[in-house]
């Protein structure tokens, strides 16, 4: 009698139990400094004692910042750039990757899957290596194959900093998003094909009628995801540009704006509203994304 | 029935594109291996590998620096952070998964609506929460505001939620508590999503670089993606002594993802498509 109340009653409790460690850290270390990082972003400060409330000042002062409207100039080029180059190349590899007479599908998958699993930071030092002048392989390449000069300075001229950061995200990403394009392709009922052939469509048309509804849900959440990962842009440019912001100021985003006024000039306030400023852009611009591409349309996104 | 030509020229053009992607996609990290087997000298001479293989950049790297050191911090920050992670993850998940109960639909809405904000925007209150709590410039500044990942509660609450509830009523009526059967019966259950949620969980803290590089001063703490970067800056034309970090730092990771390959696609992909 009293075991059955004890299980009906830690049955009622258990559920709080469980979620209870997650909720204290959770508030303590994810809700709490959301809400001190809005109010901080109304102060300048300057250590942990020092804080002077300043208003919406922070904001108005960003606005005008020249050094802010390069990194966001370099933040949103680098976006641009990454979906605009990125997405397709995934998708495009993807699509060749699901025929059904391919051979050594595994191997392909694997090879362009293999830089996701190397860190930025390290990817950083790596290319840091691959773009010297003269030597790195990168030069080296371009000279074999197409008769370039093999002194570029990749990482030295402002006008190639940004394609060198472009590049080597490619790199690293394009496979990364393929396994998504991949996963979604498969998901696509291959009846439907079967039916636009019989219907007498073509391989494009078939691509349109059929693929692209098919693996919509899936390209709108990669898309927003790999916008939002680009927005974060940090160390790949802070290392490959030996911990600056390279030449120029070529290399500066965000983020890096955000860690160079709040971490190294220690103005903490400032940060926030760096921040938040790059938070809201960020919302506005998935938001804008998922409209566009219709995700909010039909519940089977 | 054999195909026509102009089928077999579109496969034969397909595989020429796979195999451009592949060597492109590949030849750096060739490189990046090939280099750490020559010495400085050779290091331009030779594109990829040098007929003398010598060991010189894994034994400076060892002698000249405490990379051993670098090594052991970095397992044990990324190890910690995946069982603390795991343990709260799917406990939480398992109870917003199978339990009805007060408040749980304002969790999930807070924890949704918090995995909008960008991360960094939190930096600035928690370097001096951290800093108020005593933990700046140690481990547990990492681990602790890392312990818990929003991410991972909706993975396991995804995967739990196909959990059939007649597993569960059944180890009821056998007298199970409610965490004997989050234990004995809801985790092994779930135990490619319990794999795929440690290699992304691993791959997050191994590879974080900016967190640790503002809360740790004292070199002896550095993780890796720190200490190699203070590394190069350092021995920034010892590109073999760099490149041997480098390749050592990637190691752990390839060897988890070799391990865990399966479940890992299947859980990244989980969330996309199911969504």
Known sequence: MREASFHRLQHRYAPYLFVSPFIILFSVFGVYPIFKSLLLSLYITNGPSDHVFVGLGNFKFLLGDPDFHTAVKNTVIFALCSVFLQLPLSLGLAILLSQKWLKGREFFRLAFFAPQLVGQAFVAVLFGVLFVPKFGIVNQALAAVFGMPDDTKWLQNPSLVMPALVFTSLWMYVGFNMIYFLAALQGVDTELYEAAKVDGANSWQQFLAVTVPGIRPVAVFVLVTATIGSFQLFELPYILLNNSAGPNKSGLTLVMYLFQTGFVSGDLGYASAVGWTLAIGVLVISLFQMRITGAWKGDNA | ?275
Not at chain 2, 92 to 105: M, N, P, S, T, W
Not at chain 2, 142 to 156: D, K, N, Q, R
Request: charged residues 10%.
């Open chain 2, 1 to 275: 029935m054999s195909k026509s030509p102009a089928v077999r020229l579109g496969r034969g053009f397909v595989y020429l594109i796979l195999a451009v992607g592949a060597i492109l996609t590949l030849v750096p990290l060739v490189w990046l291996v090939a280099s750490t087997t020559k010495s400085n000298d050779d290091m331009f001479h030779y594109t990829f590998f040098a007929p003398h293989f010598t060991a010189v950049n894994f034994t400076s790297l060892f002698t000249k620096m405490p990379f051993v050191n670098y090594i052991m911090n970095s397992l044990f920050v990324a190890s910690t952070t995946v069982l603390v992670q795991l343990f709260f993850s799917s406990l939480a998940g398992f109870a917003l998964a199978k339990y009805e109960f007060k408040g749980k639909r304002v969790i999930i809405v807070i924890m949704l609506s918090t995995m909008l904000i960008p991360g960094q925007v939190l930096m600035a209150p928690l370097y001096e929460l951290i800093n108020h709590l005593g933990m700046m410039d140690s481990w547990s500044g990492l681990i602790v505001p890392g312990a818990v990942s929003v991410f991972g509660i909706f993975l396991f609450r995804q995967s739990i939620m196909q959990v059939p509830n007649e597993l569960l009523q059944a180890g009821r009526i056998d007298g199970c508590s409610e965490f004997r059967i989050y234990w004995d019966i809801v985790m092994p259950v779930s135990r490619p999503m319990i794999g795929a949620f440690c290699l992304i969980s691993f791959m997050g803290s191994w590879n974080s670089f900016l967190w640790p590089q503002i809360i740790l001063h004292n070199r002896t703490l550095y993780t890796l993606p720190v200490a190699l970067n203070q590394l190069r800056d350092l021995y920034s034309n010892q590109y073999g002594t760099l490149m041997a970090g480098t390749l050592l730092s990637i190691l752990p990771v390839v060897i988890l993802f070799l391990l865990l390959q399966k479940e890992f696609v299947a859980g990244l992909t989980a969330g996309a498509v199911k969504g």
